[in-house]
C-alpha cells in the first residue's frame, strides 16, 4: 500500500493527546493517526455490512422460511431416535 504524506489541522489540545497516546503506545505520532484512521474506516465499512444484513433479515418472506426451516430440522431432530 502506497503512502501519502498529508497537511491537517487539529486543535493544540487534541494534538498533545495524540502525541500521549503515541509514545504510551511507541508508536509515531503518523503510525499512531493512520491505525486510528483505518479503524474508522473499518468500524464504518462493517456498520454497513451490518445495515445491509440487518436490511436482509428483516424481509418477512424470510422470516417465514427460516421459521418452517428451524421446524423442520426440529422435527427431523425428534425423529432420528425412532425406530423403523
Sequence with gaps: MGVRKIAISIPEEVLRQVDRAAKDRHMTRSRFISRALARIAQARRDAEITR??????????????????????????SARGTEW
Excluded at 68 to 75: D, G, I, M, P
Aim: negative net charge.
Design 52 to 77: 445491509r444484513i440487518d436490511e436482509v433479515l428483516s424481509d418477512p418472506e424470510l422470516a417465514r422460511e427460516q421459521a418452517e426451516t428451524a421446524r423442520a430440522f426440529q422435527t427431523a431432530r
